[in-house]
């Protein structure tokens, strides 16, 4: 990549191309379990380089805010949450759901200041998350349930991971389907079995091929891709297939095991900085919010902070232990999500792709940065950003895992509703 496209690809503060590209899109601010209480404790949230409050008022209303309280700029994180209002506790101002001053207590009754409001954004509430928009308020684009959210009754859990990086090389990450056939070889283990399968500990897999034939298409979403892998049995007349799905500008659809599908978001804090959420679901099975979370190693407590920043972090080396890799553990890093970070962080806090030497497996890597970095100049030059007029529903799409006959075609496995044909 040149320089300038390296830069186009990655910049999302301020006026930046790609930053406009994401403000056609909602956002995910944070859990919808971080303000499950009305009146509760108000939330930071940082995104495309601004700070934000959430909070969840008597009414259960959520509300996005800018962090900063128009009066004199101190922070609405620390204010009282009551009474259908969030009330900075510098001089008593109180703001509602949509940014209008409700009280003043430090101004006389007819005050001209009573005319300000906080700038408020428009929210939703869907998939276990708060999302925001953060582009004109004149055309807010109608909101769309996400992937895993097909139904109410959708069994739904979540992994909210900070890194410390930008998020175009931890997108990279989620849609390279051959890295995880070395970096997450401990976790994901070849075996005798059908498909990949969830234990408590890893998921098997049916292939020992670390070497798969990726095949791509673009798409009016973003486009999918299939890596191709000979399978443990009958490799002659059958392929191992797994499909990933990216849904621009950040969700990705990766490949499923037999108990739950998976999805990831990777959103940009900043420049620099980017939020990993990553979302086990299934309509019938499914893993439990607790058990996703210890399966990825990704527990607040004993693997992160308050704030979703890792304890195993660049600085310690993600704790990396040399003798569990004397013994057999790969990369002796603990956890999925903790692997990833090691590469992605220390490619540094953004990646030089000019010095990139990209194979066949990078495929997917390429077709991602030609179709972004030409989406940023699109929207740049007045065009609607990528994925805005796509005629599919995210509901819709699905990523695929499986070992098929040889003569079938990927594709065929691209919809929720074609995987149920095929089958049936």
Partial sequence: MRPADNELLCRVEGDAAMGQVMRQHWLPACMTEEVAEADGAPVRARLLGVDLVVFRDTKGRVGVLDEKCPHRGASLVFGRNENCGLRC???????GVDGEIQEMASEPADSRMRNLKARAYPAQEAGGFVWVWM????NVR?????AWAPSPTT???IVKMHAACNWAQVLEGSIDSAHSSSLHSTNMPTAEVEGSTATETAWLRPSNDKAPKLEVEAT???FHYAAIRRPIRDPETHAYIRTTVFIAPFTVLIPPNDQYNLAQMLVPIDDVNCMFYWVAWHETKGIGQDAWRKFCAAE???DLEADFTKKRNLANNFLQDRAAMKAGDFTGIEGIPSQDMAMWESMGPIADRTEDHLGSSDVAIIQFRRQMVAAAKACAAGEPAIGTDSGSRMVDLASFEGVVSRAADWRTYTTRHAQKAAAE
């Fill in 220 to 222: 009016d979403y973003g």
């Fill in 300 to 302: 607040v407590g004993p």
């Fill in 142 to 146: 109608p909101f769309q349930a996400p």
């Fill in 89 to 95: 506790l510098y001089h008593g101002w109180k703001f």
């Fill in 135 to 138: 582009g004109d308020v004149e």
């Fill in 155 to 157: 069994k739904t859990s």
